[in-house]
C-alpha cells in the first residue's frame, strides 16, 4: 500500500514520470498488477485526486485509417495548448494478432505536443479489444484528470464500425473523414456516424478541397436524416485542412460549442452517469474473468472442458453453464467461509 501512496502523490504532484508508471499499471494484465492498480485508484479517492477540474473535456477522434487522425489532434493540440490548456492524448495503436505486438509510434507523430511541457502523449497497445479502445483506456483517462490535465483527447485504431465503443467513454465523439470515404447516403448504415456529435472531412485543400466539399454536403444531407442524438445539438459537418490554422479554429470553437451546450442542457452530467454504470458493469465482468484465469481449480476445468468440447462430448454452451455454476458456487462457499 506504501507504494501505492507514493504513487499517487506523484500523479496528484503532476510528475509525468509518475503518470506514466501508473498507466503502465493499470494497463497490466499480471494478477499482482492488478491488485496495485486497485490500490492505487483507492489512494487516489482518498486523496480526492479523482477530480476532474470543474467539467474536464474528453473528446473521442475517431475514423478510418488514413483520415490523418495524429495529424488532426496534433494541430488541435496546440491550439488548445496556445489557449493556456493543459492537454493529454491517449492514442491506442493497433497489437498484432500474430506477435501481441504494437508500434505504438505516435509520439514521433506528434513530436510537437510530445515536448510540449503542458503536454502528455500516451501511445498504448489495444492488446485485442474490441470497440478501437484499450480495455484501461478509461482509467488512463482517470489518471489523466487526476494529474491536472483539463482536456484529454482520444485518437483510436480506426477499424471501422466496432469503433462505437470510444462514445462510451467520452463527452463528445469526432469522426475525421477523408475525400473518397464513400457517398453520404451510405453513412447513415454505420453505427460509427450515428455517435457522431461532430463530423469533420480532412484534408481539405489543394486538388482535394473541393471532393473535401462535395462529401461535407452530402454527409450533412445524411446527417439530416438521422435523429438527432439528443435534444439541442445538430451534428455539424464541417471541412478542415489540419494545415490551415483558420480551418481548426472552427473545429476548435465547435468543440466549445457543443461543450457550453451540454453542460447548459444538462447532458454532460447525464452522459457521464450513464457511461459510469456502463464502465461498472464493464469493470465487473474484467473481474470476473481476471478470478476465472487465476483459479487453479476452474482453469482445470476449463481445460476438461476444452477437450470434451473438442470431442463432441458437449456444446460450449453447455460446457460455459458448468463453469459459471461452479463459479457461482466457489463465490458463494467463500462468503460462508467469511
Known sequence: MAGAIRLAAGVVEGSRAALSRAITLVE???PDDFARATELFVELTRQQ???PTAHALRVGITGPPGAGKSTFIEALGRQLLDGGKRLAVLAVDPSSATS????LGDKTRMHALACHPSAFVRPSPSSGALG???LRTHDAALLCEAAGFDHVLFETVGVGQSEVEVANMV???VVLLPPGSGDG???IK???IEHADLIVVTKADGELRAPAAALAREYATAMSMLRRRWRGWRTPVLTCSSHSPADVRAVLGC????HATALRSGRFEQNRSEQELRLLFSAVQGELAFRLRTDARINALIREQHRRIVGGEVAPRVAADCLSTLFVERMRGGQSAQ
Open 28 to 30: 497490466s494484465s499480471l
Open 49 to 51: 485526486a479523482r477530480r
Open 100 to 103: 501481441g505486438g504494437s508500434i
Open 132 to 134: 478501437g479502445v484499450a
Open 171 to 173: 463527452d463528445m465523439t
Open 185 to 187: 447516403l451510405q453513412a
Open 190 to 192: 454505420r453505427g460509427l
Open 255 to 258: 468543440v466549445r460549442d457543443f
